[in-house]
């Protein structure tokens, strides 16, 4: 099959296609012919060595597929429409997911928006449903709005019934957000989106803020919370990991809420336990209701073909990208 392929850490322009070997199936397995893989932030930084995953040389990056079941597991038969997360190996023709990290998906769903939900729509997900509670009386600030990330956190507050504010660096980007849901957008390049939400919110500030970026987004975002509020940092798309002030989170009641999406799938240190991973697939179930009803539309800029993955990278690491650019793996070259 063909795959991307990463020798050594470093940058993703020194990687290229090969040809290499199908992986082998587990006894839990599904293997599944790859016909769309989402290409996001983490993964440039897992191929860089920067990430808290850090594969087995050589490896394949990619950890979010869609396409249709060739063998697997109990409860999967071939043909069958899925995405799936993979710890790694996305970037390939074949893939090999363990079973309970594989989604049948609706009928009208094509291969690129599903590959939105195996980690980003879920990230957001157990975020804002399970780790901060948001509630349909509250307001949630979304950062990065126009990113993969930040429009399913934008979508998802929406569907539980939320005010929504968005930020992003442009008029186009915060076009995109409006269009998806978000009730107030601000251009921070433009605008100090700390002033803007204290004046929207008449002072108060944001219930929850979902932040993939980072850096000084966190620290004036800290400024801009309402007493007993929920901070999400999601991510450090910004390039600085940020630190919590203890004398804020203090005096305003805050709390920080980690989330580590990776270890309901079981890729962390230690297992998550079958609870937790039943709780997956009924978020799963319950995104794929709201996909039907119209309240999550996965935005796709662009679908590339394997061969192109560096470009794909690119787009994204220069921060060009809105919503989600996919790889092809089984397009014609």
Same mark, same amino acid.
């Given at each position: 099959?063909?795959?991307?392929?990463?020798h050594?850490?470093?940058p993703?322009?020194n990687m290229?296609?090969?040809?290499?070997p199908?992986?082998?199936?587990?006894?839990n397995?599904v293997?599944?012919a790859?016909?769309?893989?989402g290409?996001?932030f983490?993964?440039a930084?897992?191929i860089?060595?920067?990430h808290?995953?850090?594969?087995?040389l050589?490896?394949?990056?990619?950890?979010?597929?869609?396409?249709?079941?060739?063998?697997?597991?109990?409860?999967f038969?071939?043909?069958?429409?899925?995405?799936a997360?993979?710890?790694?190996?996305?970037?390939?023709?074949?893939?090999?997911a363990?079973a309970? #990290?594989?989604?049948?998906?609706?009928?009208?769903?094509d291969?690129?928006a599903a590959?939105?939900?195996p980690t980003?729509?879920?990230?957001?997900y157990g975020?804002?449903?399970?780790r901060?509670a948001?509630?349909?009386?509250?307001?949630?600030? !979304?950062?990065?709005?126009?990113?993969?990330?930040g429009l399913?956190?934008?979508?998802?507050g929406?569907?539980?019934?939320?005010?929504?504010?968005?930020?992003?660096g442009?008029?186009?980007?915060c076009?995109i957000a409006?269009?998806?849901?978000?009730?107030?957008?601000?251009?921070?390049r433009? #605008?100090d989106?700390r002033d803007?939400?204290l004046?929207?919110?008449g002072?108060?500030?944001a219930?929850?803020?979902?932040?993939?970026?980072g850096g000084?987004?966190?620290?004036?975002?800290l400024?801009c919370?309402?007493?007993?509020?929920?901070?999400l940092?999601?991510?450090?798309?910004?390039?600085?990991i940020?630190?919590?002030?203890? #004398?804020?989170?203090?005096?305003k #009641?805050?709390?920080?809420i980690?989330?580590?999406?990776?270890y309901?799938?079981?890729?962390?240190?230690?297992?998550?336990p079958?609870?937790?991973?039943?709780r997956?697939?009924?978020?799963?179930?319950?995104m794929?209701?709201?996909?039907?009803?119209?309240?999550l539309r996965?935005l796709?800029q662009?679908?590339?073909?394997?061969?192109?993955?560096?470009?794909?990278?690119a787009?994204v690491?220069?921060?060009?990208?809105i919503?989600?650019? !996919?790889?092809?793996?089984?397009s014609?070259?």
């Amino acid at each position: 099959m063909r795959a991307v392929v990463c020798h050594e850490y470093g940058p993703f322009e020194n990687m290229a296609v090969e040809e290499t070997p199908p992986p082998e199936r587990t006894s839990n397995g599904v293997r599944i012919a790859v016909e769309a893989s989402g290409v996001g932030f983490a993964a440039a930084l897992v191929i860089a060595g920067r990430h808290q995953n850090r594969p087995p040389l050589p490896f394949i990056p990619g950890t979010e597929i869609a396409g249709t079941v060739i063998d697997g597991a109990d409860g999967f038969a071939p043909g069958d429409r899925v995405c799936a997360g993979v710890r790694w190996g996305g970037f390939a023709e074949q893939a090999v997911a363990d079973a309970g #990290n594989v989604f049948k998906i609706p009928d009208a769903m094509d291969f690129a928006a599903a590959t939105h939900f195996p980690t980003i729509y879920a990230t957001g997900y157990g975020g804002l449903v399970w780790r901060a509670a948001l509630q349909t009386d509250e307001t949630l600030l !979304v950062h990065g709005a126009a990113g993969a990330s930040g429009l399913a956190a934008v979508e998802i507050g929406k569907a539980v019934g939320a005010t929504v504010i968005a930020t992003a660096g442009t008029d186009e980007k915060c076009k995109i957000a409006a269009t998806h849901g978000a009730d107030h957008v601000i251009n921070y390049r433009e #605008n100090d989106f700390r002033d803007a939400v204290l004046k929207l919110t008449g002072g108060r500030g944001a219930d929850v803020i979902y932040d993939p970026v980072g850096g000084d987004v966190f620290d004036q975002s800290l400024r801009c919370i309402a007493p007993e509020g929920r901070i999400l940092p999601m991510g450090f798309a910004g390039g600085t990991i940020p630190k919590a002030p203890a #004398n804020i989170l203090l005096v305003k #009641n805050v709390s920080v809420i980690g989330l580590y999406w990776g270890y309901y799938m079981g890729w962390g240190k230690l297992p998550a336990p079958p609870k937790a991973r039943a709780r997956v697939r009924e978020a799963m179930a319950h995104m794929f209701q709201w996909y039907e009803a119209g309240k999550l539309r996965p935005l796709t800029q662009a679908e590339l073909p394997l061969d192109r993955f560096a470009e794909a990278l690119a787009t994204v690491m220069e921060r060009r990208v809105i919503g989600k650019v !996919v790889l092809t793996p089984l397009s014609a070259p």
